[in-house]
């Protein structure tokens, strides 16, 4: 099994940047697809962005193409996900999440998921 736990959300104003990091635990050695989702007050959860466990592979939605970036290192089993040009409508609670059945975009099943962590962008 895999534990995630997502650091890095915070305040922001709008056009600024901000990075979140997601620190894994468990069967790393274990190839897995990362994941980040995100959930704003009275919606429901929308993918964010994929990489595939070689990182050569990456996903993501139309909202951020252009400014967020994934990433992860796997000798540190650690991810992370660059936000820039941030927007008010960003404003949500961001999980990572890691998926064992392979890449598949935004279509991909995703195991296990972190916490969550508040990123607020104010106007």
């Known amino acids: 099994q895999v534990q995630l736990v997502e650091s890095g959300g915070g305040l922001v104003q709008a056009g600024g940047s901000l990075r979140l990091s997601c620190a894994a635990s468990?069967?790393?050695?274990?190839?897995?697809?990362m994941g980040w989702f995100r959930q704003a007050p009275g919606k429901e959860r929308e993918f964010v962005a994929a990489?595939?466990?070689?990182?050569?592979?990456?996903s993501y939605a139309d909202s951020v193409k252009g400014r967020f970036t994934i990433s992860r290192d796997n000798a540190m089993n650690t991810g992370a996900l660059q936000m820039n040009s941030l927007k008010p409508e960003d404003t949500a609670v961001y999980y990572c999440a890691a998926g064992l059945r392979g890449f598949a975009g935004p279509l991909g099943k995703f195991d296990y998921w972190g916490q969550g962590t508040q990123v607020t962008v104010s106007s």
């Open positions: 990489i595939s466990w070689s990182g050569r592979s990456t």
């Open positions: 468990g069967r790393t050695s274990s190839s897995y697809v």
